[in-house]
């Protein structure tokens, strides 16, 4: 089974988003998904998070992804260049029948989300024991 079959991204197109109440950043944390015979994979770039900042939901076929960055230094600081941002990771999937919703499973480590997204059963590649009389 394709991935494009079992996780599609959402567009604002065909979902109506939540209005923001935070007055931050949002960025889209960039993605990779790996298909293998039992399982995708999904790995999300989200740095500056502790396991606690994470917040993943899963609610009628939708997988939402959300992180708080809070600051780094204290208010005052004088920065001579700033470029790493501040705010909130957000990314939406919508999750095919394919998969097992009740086992998927996730962890964080140095700024990567990894997300294992196990198939159902059905879904699985399996091989077919020929016999003979």
């Not at 950043?25 to 399982?39: G, H, K, L, M, R």
């Not at 600051?71 to 004088?78: I, V, W």
């Not at 998969?99 to 962890?107: L, T, V």
Request: hydrophobic fraction near 35%; aromatic fraction near 6%; proline fraction near 5%.
């Amino acid at each position: 089974m394709s991935t494009q079959t079992a996780i599609d991204k959402t567009t604002a197109t065909n979902e109506v988003r939540a209005e923001r109440t935070r007055n931050c950043a949002t960025y889209q944390p960039a993605v990779d998904i790996i298909e293998s015979p039992d399982e995708l994979t999904l790995f999300a770039d989200m740095p500056g998070l502790r396991p606690e900042d994470v917040d993943i939901h899963f609610e009628n076929g939708m997988l939402t992804i959300h992180g708080t960055v809070a600051e780094r230094q204290p208010q005052q600081t004088r920065f001579l260049r700033r470029e790493y941002g501040v705010g909130d990771f957000e990314r939406s999937f919508r999750i095919g029948e394919t998969i097992d919703a009740e086992k998927i499973s996730a962890e964080y480590v140095d700024g990567v989300l990894k997300l294992h997204l196990p198939k159902v059963a059905a879904a699985r590649p399996r091989k077919i024991e020929v016999k003979g009389s």
